[in-house]
């Protein structure tokens, strides 16, 4: 077996490098200028480009244009997240009654890791990105990213990495067992486990990493140096503040953890000792991945802040409240992030004077955020607020942050989490935060941006019915989970004592209730795209009423002023209350 794992490593490596001097030898992949007009200007004409963009299945291989790549960023994690949640509803069936009911120990584990790393690595970060690519030239000012075709490459790095990731659900007939490591691919057990699967994915988590590293080196240099003339660094809208900030964590964080995934490579497969019992370090991979991972947590959670720190405003009737401040605590959660990890490894038996320093500063991190949460709130007060669907989802963001925030709060003092460590309890709380907060703010930017990216409007009723659904269903889940830790509840179980039968239950409800909500969603966001009403105007939202009509409106009103025509026939318009 270990032969075999040596061999299939040696083969990715190969199919790697071959990949690499395929895309390096394609000296003309940038084949069309983008005919963006944010600026005023528009790009250099490359020597052998040409105005107009191939046709077909070809623009979508080939672009380099921001937008088209934010577009593919989107369909991905959109189908990253089918993956996931499949995953997760998989084991909430399983966990509806003790005992094995649909699938076996071994491949519920499966789904466990699937669904872990799916969500963080393959969904939550390209999501984040897709947001970023298309909308922060506009906001800025600019013709397009600093470097389109790393952007390209950037994107095209990822489908690759998820099919690796994945590897093991489809080599099944041949064999090989889904990786069963959980996401945190704890040491020893990752590197005694024999199956190929945990190889491949760990390849695959590199190239996703390298994605996200050349994404983040591009977001910095076009926020740096791309700039509009009228936007400096007081004028910076806040989304493009916060996706500075999550650059800057990700150049930090993410090649710390590909170091730490080639040195777990290298003792699955050339007998080195970095994290084995015997002349190594089991808890040292702790260390290296947390000291990315809860900075991961801030990469993830950081851009989704902006996007409601610029959006609620438009829907209370006034500017942010407290702008600057917001700012600083961003930069502030990016500096103390790296300072946390060990909160983590309480149970590990460190050093307690050591605990209690991660302590003292887990729990400081918490003023910034909080700082946020006052921001927004008092943006609301006295408001003229109107509960479109970008703001539902913007207000019960808060309302599951604020959930997920304290409950943090608890597991940073060290008693407690002596007493909750790997229960349900940090399954819930984690999860009030990457879906109750970091989802809700993702499905806010969808619908707040969807006019502008197909000049259409959605469906507001079904766009109601995914918002109380999502919300109804996220607190239902996640209050359970809980539940379920304060009663002892491990986490990472196929299967439990009868007293926790009800908990169980009444998440995988809520679980359910979240997956017919994301269906509303999808449902409404293809049918409406091709079919809905058209906007009436660059201005859907009434935002030149408050002075709140920001450059990426401007760029669509331009582009409004100058459509390409279709030969389609005109719809009744319709605007977007």
Not at 377 to 383: C, E, L
Not at 400 to 407: A, E, K
Request: charged share 10%.
């Amino acid at each position: 077996m270990a032969t075999s794992s040596l061999v299939l490593t040696v083969l990715m490596g190969v199919l790697l490098v071959a990949v690499a001097a395929f895309l390096a030898r394609l000296e003309d992949w940038r084949s069309y200028t983008p005919l963006s007009d944010v600026g005023g200007a528009y790009g250099e004409r490359a020597e052998h480009g040409h105005e107009e963009k191939p046709g077909g299945i070809i623009r979508w291989f080939t672009t380099v244009d921001h937008k088209d790549i934010g577009i593919l960023y989107g369909i991905y994690g959109t189908l990253a997240f089918a993956w996931g949640g499949i995953a997760v509803l998989i084991m909430r069936i399983e966990l509806v009654a003790p005992g094995v009911n649909l699938v076996d120990p071994q491949l519920y584990n499966g789904f466990l890791t699937s669904h872990g790393i799916t969500m963080l690595f393959l969904f939550g970060t390209p999501m984040i990105a897709a947001f970023a690519n298309y909308f922060i030239p506009l906001l800025i000012g600019a013709d397009d990213m600093a470097f389109p075709r790393i952007n390209a490459i950037a994107f095209w790095l990822l489908p690759p990495g998820a099919v690796l990731i994945w590897a093991g659900f489809f080599l099944q007939p041949l064999g090989v067992d889904p990786a069963a490591t959980s996401w945190t691919m704890y040491t020893p057990l990752s590197i005694q486990m024999p199956s190929p699967a945990i190889d491949m994915m760990l390849l695959g988590l590199h190239l996703t990493g390298v994605s996200a590293t050349m994404g983040a080196i591009n977001f910095i240099a076009t926020i740096f140096n791309e700039r509009g003339d009228d936007v400096g660094w007081p004028s910076l809208d806040i989304f493009s503040w916060t996706m500075l900030t999550q650059s800057g964590l990700i150049l930090f964080a993410f090649p710390l953890l590909g170091s730490a995934l080639i040195m777990l490579l290298l003792d699955r497969n050339f007998g080195t000792t970095f994290f084995t019992v015997g002349g190594g370090d089991p808890i040292l991979w702790q260390h290296l991945f947390w000291f990315f991972g809860h900075p991961e947590v801030y990469i993830l959670v950081l851009p989704p802040m902006g996007l409601v720190s610029l959006i609620l405003p438009k829907f209370a009737g006034r500017k942010l409240f407290g702008f600057k401040f917001v700012v600083y605590s961003t930069l502030a959660i990016g500096v103390l992030s790296f300072g946390v990890w060990a909160h983590h490894m309480f149970a590990t038996g460190i050093d307690p004077r050591l605990r209690a320093s991660f302590m003292a500063v887990s729990l400081a991190i918490a003023i910034p955020s909080a700082v946020k949460v006052f921001n927004w709130i008092t943006t609301m007060w006295n408001g003229n607020l109107r509960l479109t669907a970008p703001m539902l989802f913007c207000i019960g963001f808060i309302q599951n942050f604020i959930i997920g925030g304290v409950t943090g709060v608890f597991l940073a003092a060290v008693p407690v989490d002596l007493i909750l460590h790997d229960t349900y309890y940090v399954v819930g709380h984690f999860h009030f935060i990457v879906f109750g907060a970091i989802g809700f703010a993702l499905f806010a930017g969808t619908y707040y941006w969807f006019p502008m990216i197909t000049g259409r409007m959605y469906q507001k009723s079904l766009a109601h019915a995914h918002f109380w659904t999502a919300l109804v269903g996220s607190n239902l889940t996640f209050l359970a989970m809980l539940w379920l830790g304060y009663g002892g509840m491990p986490r990472r179980y196929a299967t439990f004592l009868t007293q926790f039968t009800t908990g169980h239950q009444l998440a995988t409800v809520g679980a359910f209730l979240m997956g017919i909500g994301t269906l509303f969603w999808l449902w409404n966001m293809v049918t409406s795209w091709m079919e809905g009403a058209k906007v009436d105007s660059a201005d859907p939202w009434d935002l030149e009423s408050t002075d709140q009509f920001t450059k990426e409106w401007t760029w669509f009103d331009n582009k409004r002023k100058s459509p390409v025509p279709d030969g389609g026939d005109d719809e009744e318009p319709q605007s977007a209350d």
